[in-house]
């Protein structure tokens, strides 16, 4: 018994930006882009909300939109279309929201008019699908085994939808990061099934960043009419209140110097460095945690930040690149829409089979890290 994937999609913005594109931006250039990263092009939405895309995606995995080729924009895959109204619970991982109350998960239950679910949002940064997936698993297991099932809200199918507009965060003067992000979404229906094994293993993980590789502050417009006194109305031109973010997080000077605040800010080598060490342990542990081997694996679905990464982690693994779902040439990183995204493109391509047994496996902010292991 386990949970089952049944339903995934994805939903790109209709705005394609090339590399040499950027050129307008910043001093960039096609051949060290794609040579450095993989990526060609990404998406970026600029007339569409976080939480259309993520409306989109999800109407794709529970089969009310969109098609079954991986090259369209709304693509997706189901077992059999899916009632909205059995649907239990959904989980929106995101860095970026484009709001905070209600939840972006509620506003897609209702957008989907998905009845019965409870609704919530998640940040794990670039490992959010792969923490809510896991979090699902673990809350269909609780409700369906038989100690746990008693007390708690009864729960067959969950939505996990990750979902991000990098493009609102991201500094386009700034050719370090700009070149590497891009928007869109991707959905999972998992359903709790008594006769299949579907989620064998997860593994979760959270390094303490602690030289602040990688970092976004979030900027909340409210000024506060406060001092350490009380009530200062003369406080309300600086709001204080966001000083101590920045020095937490290492950005003080750059915003002083007149910086963006919330903008992404990375040392990318020692992410790099980071992520095709945490990649490699994180695949080996859910191997380790099933007791299989990389023998028994059909397909790796990683976070696609750089194709380079995954070359780094599939050699360390002694894995053929083959094994290995790409899908960055034409999204760039999209953070918590990632993994989701690729999923759904090799479910629509009839690249994973029933049977297969596949890994997810991601790397973040955080700095966070995971990988799931299921038989689909
Ligand atoms: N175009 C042209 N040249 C550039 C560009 C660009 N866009 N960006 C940097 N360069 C230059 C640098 O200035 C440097 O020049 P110099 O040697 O004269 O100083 C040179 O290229 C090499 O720079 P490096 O930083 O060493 O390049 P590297 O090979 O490490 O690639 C990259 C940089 C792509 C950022 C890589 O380090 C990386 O992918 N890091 C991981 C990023 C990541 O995975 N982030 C995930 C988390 S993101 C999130 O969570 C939202």
């Not at 996990?160 to 990061?177: A, Q």
């Not at 709001?239 to 950005?251: H, N, V």
Request: charged residues 20%; aromatic residues 6%.
């Amino acid at each position: 018994m386990g949970a089952v994937i049944i339903g995934c999609g994805k939903a790109l913005p209709n705005l394609e930006v090339a590399n040499d594109d950027l050129q307008a931006l910043v001093d960039t250039n096609d051949e060290w882009i794609s040579s450095r990263t993989g990526i060609s092009t990404r998406h970026i939405a600029v007339d569409e909300s976080g939480l259309a895309l993520a409306a989109r995606a999800a109407a794709a995995a529970l089969g009310m939109d969109g098609s079954n080729d991986p090259t369209d924009s709304t693509c997706g895959w189901t077992t059999s279309p899916i009632e909205p109204s059995s649907i239990d619970l959904v989980l929106f991982a995101t860095v970026t929201p484009d709001i905070v109350v209600p939840s972006c998960a509620a506003v897609v239950k209702r957008m989907l008019g998905l009845d019965h679910a409870v609704a919530m949002d998640l940040n794990a940064a670039c490992t959010g699908f792969i923490y809510g997936l896991s979090v699902a698993e673990s809350m269909l297991a609780a409700a369906n085994g038989a100690a746990g099932a008693a007390g708690r809200n009864p729960l067959k199918r969950a939505l996990v939808i990750g979902c991000d507009r990098l493009s609102r965060v991201t500094d386009w003067g700034d050719r370090n990061t700009c070149v590497l992000f891009g928007d869109g979404a991707g959905a999972a229906v998992v359903e709790w099934n008594e006769s299949a094994p579907g989620i064998m293993a997860s593994y979760l993980r959270n390094d303490d960043d602690e030289k602040n590789a990688l970092t976004c502050a979030n900027y909340i417009e409210a000024p506060q009419p406060f001092s350490a006194e009380g009530i200062d109305q003369a406080a309300r031109a600086t709001d204080p209140s966001l000083r101590f973010t920045d020095e937490a997080l290492g950005i003080h000077e750059a915003v002083e110097a007149g910086g963006m605040r919330q903008v992404i800010r990375m040392d990318g080598r020692s992410i790099f460095k980071f992520a095709s060490n945490a990649m490699t342990h994180a695949v080996e542990e859910v191997l380790r945690r099933t007791g299989c081997s990389l023998d028994d694996i059909d397909c790796v679905i990683p976070h696609q930040a750089n194709a380079r990464i995954i070359k780094f982690a599939a050699k360390k693994l002694g894995l053929d690149m083959d094994t290995f779902q790409l899908s960055i040439a034409n999204t760039g990183n999209t953070s918590s829409a990632s993994v989701p995204m690729a999923l759904a493109d090799a479910y629509v391509s009839g690249r994973v089979q029933p049977g297969d047994k596949v890994i997810l496996v991601a790397f973040g902010g955080g700095l966070t890290s995971g990988a799931i292991l299921y038989e689909a």
